[in-house]
C-alpha cells in the first residue's frame, strides 16, 4: 500500500475540493453549463478501475472512505448531468462532442495491457487507469475552448483537478527519495496530464490576476 505523506494528503483534499466545487456549482446554479460529463464518465471508468480492489482488500478506513466517496460522487454528477433536471436540461451534448469512447478509452486500455508491470488483472485494471486518467480532462478542456467565458466555480472546479495531480507527482518525487519506489507508468501518467493542463493554468493565473472571467477562446490550448 501507498504510505500516506503531506503531499498525497494534500492531492486527496484538492481532489475532493474539486468534487464538491462541482457538485456546489450544479445545485446553486442548477445549471452544469460549462462542465464536460464525458470527463467525469472517464473518470469513472478511471475510479471502477483502480479501486475495484476495495472488493478484497482493506487497507485503511480513511483508504476505504476516500475510494468510496470518488466512485460514489463521480456516479451522481454524471447522474445529474445526464439525467435529473432542471440541471440535465443544460447540458450541452452539442459542444461536449468528443468522442472519448474512441479515441481516447481504448487506446489507454491497450497501454494499460501493454505496459502493465505483471499480467494479473489487478495490475492491468491498476495501469489502463492511469493512462486513462492521463487524458480524462481533454474533453472538459476542449469544452472550455468552445466557450467564450468561464464561470469562476467552473475554472476553480478543472484548476483543483490540476493541482491535486501536482501533489500526486510530488507525492511520488517524495517516496522515491525516501525509500527509491518508483513506477514508470505513474509518473509518466502524471506527467501527460500535468502537461495538458499548462496552457489551462497559464490562463486561469491571467485571470485571477485580472479579476476576471477566464476564457481560452481563441487560444491554442497544448492539445489542439
Not at 468510496?68 to 459542444?95: G, N, W
Not at 487507469?129 to 492521463?134: A, D, N, P, T
Amino acid at each position: 500500500a501507498a504510505a500516506m505523506n503531506i503531499f498525497r494528503l494534500c492531492g486527496d483534499m484538492l481532489h475532493v475540493s474539486s468534487i464538491m466545487l462541482l457538485l456546489y456549482k450544479l445545485h446553486k446554479n442548477k445549471s452544469c453549463i460549462g462542465i464536460s460529463c464525458r470527463t467525469q464518465e472517464m473518470y469513472a471508468v478511471v475510479f471502477l478501475l483502480r479501486y475495484v480492489d476495495l472488493c478484497w482488500i482493506f487497507i485503511s478506513v480513511y483508504n476505504s472512505v476516500m475510494k468510496s466517496l470518488f466512485i460514489i460522487s463521480t456516479f451522481y454528477l454524471i447522474y445529474i448531468m445526464r439525467y435529473q433536471p432542471p440541471v440535465a436540461t443544460t447540458y450541452d451534448r452539442e459542444k461536449d462532442r468528443f468522442k472519448h469512447e474512441v479515441y481516447l478509452l481504448p487506446p489507454a486500455v491497450l497501454l494499460g495491457i501493454i505496459t502493465a508491470h505483471e499480467w494479473t488483472l489487478p495490475e492491468v485494471m491498476w495501469t489502463a487507469s492511469i493512462w486513462v486518467e492521463s487524458v480524462a480532462i481533454i474533453p472538459q478542456l476542449l469544452l472550455l475552448q468552445r466557450m467564450r467565458e468561464v464561470e469562476n466555480l467552473t475554472s476553480d472546479f478543472v484548476g483543483a483537478m490540476g493541482a491535486y495531480r501536482a501533489f500526486y507527482i510530488l507525492n511520488w518525487i517524495y517516496r522515491y527519495m525516501e525509500d527509491g519506489h518508483i513506477r514508470w507508468v505513474g509518473w509518466l501518467g502524471g506527467i501527460v496530464q500535468t502537461m495538458l493542463y499548462l496552457d489551462f493554468f497559464y490562463f486561469y493565473a491571467k485571470s485571477k490576476v485580472s479579476g476576471g472571467k477566464l476564457s481560452l477562446q481563441g487560444e491554442a490550448v497544448a492539445i489542439v
